[in-house]
T-cell receptor, first 112, second 115 residues
């Protein structure tokens, strides 16, 4: 079945370092991947979208890549801050309905 | 704009009871979605709609029903609640303009417990 997988182990890093989160997909080819941030008790909030014909997208301290050969997207937060601590969700989409298949999310903890 | 609103925020149901989770968006989005999120898990799509009068099943539709009579509202109905339906439910909407980012805008969620 179509699947998106993220590292379920929490990622702990020191403030100021770059956080790198991984999203792998199997048994399908998403036309685009989206990254969302979710804080405890809240709904996900959109961060970035990257399409299959784009290698890299940037927004302020955020960077996302899309490697169709490795079937993987990497999400980077540079100069991380404690306020970046949250769960980050990767979702893959295709077709014209906007439906997304989500991974289980990776929790990032940035320590001061 | 209020965005996507969901009611109630919390609810406890007994096994076999029914309820409707309400979802309303004021962004004039054609696409709407219902997800459930179990602890430590990602979002699973229950049902979705691409416009008023049009609905379709997602990954986990069993035990749920939806309707979409207006662009703004997309209620989710649980019939004969079961403990397996204990979860946090999120409603989301998305513009259907292909020139947009296909971003989904999520509501704050409804936390449902079935005992």
């Amino acid at each position: 079945s179509q699947k998106i997988e993220q590292n379920s182990e929490a990622l702990n890093i020191q403030e100021g370092k770059t956080a790198t989160l991984t999203c792998n997909y199997t048994n399908y080819s998403p036309a685009y991947l989206q990254w969302y941030r979710q804080d405890p008790g809240r709904g996900p909030v959109f961060l970035l979208l990257i399409r299959e014909n784009e290698k890299e997208k940037r927004k302020e301290r955020l960077k996302v890549t899309f490697d169709t050969t490795l079937k993987q997207s990497l999400f980077h937060i540079t100069a991380s801050q404690p306020a970046d601590s949250a769960t980050y969700l990767c979702g893959g989409g295709s077709g014209n309905t906007g439906k997304l298949i989500f991974g289980q999310g990776t929790t990032l903890q940035v320590k001061p | 704009n209020a965005g996507v609103t969901q009611t109630p925020k919390f609810r406890i149901l007994k096994i076999g009871q029914s309820m409707t989770l309400q979802c309303t968006q004021d962004m004039n989005h054609n696409y709407m979605y219902w997800y459930r999120q179990d602890p430590g898990m990602g979002l699973k799509l229950i049902y979705y709609s691409v416009g008023a009068g049009i609905t379709d099943k997602g990954e986990v539709p069993n035990g749920y029903n939806v309707s979409r009579s207006t662009t703004e509202d997309f209620p989710l109905r649980l019939e004969l609640a079961a403990p397996s339906q204990t979860s946090v439910y999120f409603c989301a909407s998305s513009p259907s303009d292909r020139a947009s980012t296909d971003t989904q805008y999520f509501g704050p969620g409804t936390r449902l417990t079935v005992l």
